[in-house]
Nanobody, 118 residues
Framework: QVQLAESGGGLVQAGGSLRLSCAASGRTFSSYSAAWFRQAPGKEREAVADISRVGVITYADSVKGRFTITRDNAKSTVSLQMNSLKPEDTAVYYC????????????WGQGTQVTVSS
């Protein structure tokens, strides 16, 4: 089992920055791929960025050039640096770990709210 806990959400003006962190506990975090997802009100959850066990990274087109995902296996953390935030980035952001063959993830955090005001 892996437990995930997000932090760092909040309210920011458009153009501002936030850094989300996800702390993992339990089994060896370095064995798992990790990702950030988000879900805005009335919309489906979408993948924002993911990072494999060996550091291969992919981003959603909507955040390329603005968001950066990193992981620190020694500290069992994965972070999401969000710059040039837009109102449409407003959502609950979730950390996930353990990508499955079908593309889903096994472990999920509780989520942290990010609100970007215009």
């Amino acid at each position: 089992q892996v437990q995930l806990a997000e932090s760092g959400g909040g309210l920011v003006q458009a153009g501002g920055s936030l850094r989300l962190s996800c702390a993992a506990s339990g089994r060896t975090f370095s064995s798992y791929s990790a990702a950030w997802f988000r879900q805005a009100p009335g919309k489906e959850r979408e993948a924002v960025a993911d990072i494999s066990r060996v550091g291969v990274i992919t981003y959603a087109d909507s955040v390329k050039g603005r968001f950066t995902i990193t992981r620190d296996n020694a500290k069992s953390t994965v972070s999401l640096q969000m710059n040039s935030l837009k109102p449409e980035d407003t959502a609950v952001y979730y950390c996930a770990a353990g990508r499955q063959l079908g593309g889903g993830y096994t472990y999920w955090g509780q989520g942290t709210q990010v609100t970007v005001s215009s």
